[in-house]
């Protein structure tokens, strides 16, 4: 193998690729990265934990064929270091020989006959194609609602449906619920078709990095079997589908709601973190109590003391004192762009919502908590 | 005890304290910094960890006076987030009420009989004054040539010197040695009296970072016994003198070397920072190669593989190869100013000197390492 790339490009190559990499595990091979050529112009980078997989192809000016793997981390850490230079990589037996202006190194590697097989096979049977740009936006604004990762747990995954021209993402983790709902261009062939899929949290996420490194203006996504592979210029994300039946989310979010505050968003943010430094840190609540066009918040720590706050508010509705996670209302109000958000009640052990006051249909509802007296 | 002081003084006299404070220690008080009014117009805030003890005093308006512990971290947060106007505190039995604005805050503190008494007599029968900005220069350019801090070891500490208007500030951990010497402004009474000491670079590393935070032209040092005592503005550091005979590090320093190399300080990062990535992580041996204007630099590391690269110098000197922890001489390449350095050689086993090629006096001197083949 034999070939010669631009080092941006390289470089943005192995970012792509080495979220798939698994540094420590019990498999060296896994820490690598699979280079292969492709054609004369192209080469392509391959990493896998086995539940996921990343692809990505680069262009590069090939002057032998062949494949091998290097540790990723060691290749990342070389290539950010060169010149902004055209860098050559020519494999030598057991050891990759890179050489960019006046550096050199020789990198000892893996067979590539080492590394998994990646099945990237697709046949495009269920398959759409949507904007990048409102469904990384839509993964930002829900995917802290979503459990922490686990493999069997439905709840660490977010659900994503698109019908016709409207994108639905949301996710739970049982105690809150974010949703988001957005009109988009939907550029797949068959648009009245509907689209569903329940998605790793994590994979999101990653997907989200992936697409700002390659800019694309469009994502491809199709469901194989168990299998999904995102498509995003030329990178291919494959990883599973989440089986199961996922909650039905929307029947949890009440219809109507007797009370209803308008906040300033930054007021809310800074009181907030005011008075969460006096919080029992194992349940983190704090109270929020609506009167007369007041918002007054309060903490109490067992151990160092309790703290107060108020801010002014638009709330002429009945008084109501309620508590919450206060960490779930705080990530809510650091995502949503909206300056002003509505806060939609019912009773003191209901459901409430947390919404922007622009258009955007963006919901996050959370569940309060009982308070003791 | 009960006064008003500004959001800003008294978050910065808590920035200035809680470097003494021990967070979990066995002596929960220690966590806290102690509060007290002095007269009309002053507080002064302590905190102590028994070898270092700092403190410092704020304008507020006294309208009762007292003293009290409350937790240093803990009121910091506080503080830090209230809006920028005038605080307010009143004890009230064993909590401490804290309002500003909208704001309140009961915080439980410890009374102020458990806080340990913190020694400040002086005599100022040995002390001196000199100008701050190039005192805390120099510590920042040697601090990183001392040892590891351990209470016992004189090589953990830093000697300073001064004689009439010359600054000396030093440090060795017996593989490099920094060396910095400086004309100052010598303010003290007695400028004929020569001053010297050795003191922990732990405490100058608190006292380069509390000179910052106070903006203060002069510095004043007394010792008192074993103690010394630091005067930063309204600021005091107490901390003991080591005690013991530093190595006569002068002697280390060759006076003439056969061979002088004039380096590009960047290229010289840079390419360092390239090779690095394949070097022995035990022991981060660089190679370097003198010879006919070039500087080539190699690493070697069994598992991964090896490096080299080289940059274009001037030296016309015999060719020489020599090897260096390439830790060391990064360090200082990052901390010296001028563009532009000069690596004074002997032979590859012995002491070799790097310093600006600017007139500032600052030597950095690194032990070679013995290459086996």
Known sequence: MKFVARKDDFLNGIRIIERA????????????????????NQIKLSATDYDLSITTLIEAQVEEEGKFTLPAKKLGEIISRLQDELVRLE????????????SKFDIIGISASEFPK?????????????????????????????????????????VCEVNKNILEV???????????????????????????????????????????????????????????VIIVDKTKIITRLMQGQYPKYNQLIPQT?????????????????RVAVMVNEKNSIVKFELLDNTLKLSGDSPESGNSQDEIDVQYLSE????????????????????????????????????????DEDYIYLVMPVQLRN
């Not at 309620?322 to 009773?347: C, G, M, P, Q, R």
């Open 170 to 228: 949301a996710a739970t983790d049982g105690n809150r619920l974010a949703r988001v709902r957005e009109v988009i261009k939907n550029l797949s062939q068959d648009e009245e078709k509907s689209f569903e899929m329940l998605i790793s949290s994590k994979v999101l996420s990653e997907l989200s990095k992936v697409a700002l490194l390659t800019e694309a203006e469009n994502i491809g996504i199709i469901k194989e079997g168990k299998k999904i």
């Open 319 to 358: 008084p109501i004192t309620i508590a919450f996670n206060y960490k779930f209302v705080l990530e809510f109000l650091k995502i949503v762009e909206s300056d002003e958000i509505y806060i939609e009640l019912n009773t003191p052990l209901s459901a409430t919502v947390f919404k922007p006051c622009s």
């Open 257 to 273: 709601f007797p009370k209803e505050a308008k906040v300033d968003k930054n007021l809310l943010i800074a009181a907030l973190e």
């Open 21 to 40: 990499t698994v540094i420590k595990g019990l498999q060296p091979v896994l820490a690598n990265v699979l280079i292969e050529t492709i054609d004369n």
């Open 91 to 102: 494999l030598n037996g057991a050891t990759a020989n890179i050489t960019c202006k006046n």
């Open 118 to 158: 990646i099945d990237e096979a697709i046949s495009e049977e269920d398959s759409i194609e949507i904007e990048t740009k409102p469904f990384v936006k839509a993964i930002r604004q829900v995917v802290s609602a979503a459990a922490g990762y686990e493999t069997n747990n439905l709840l660490s995954g977010v």
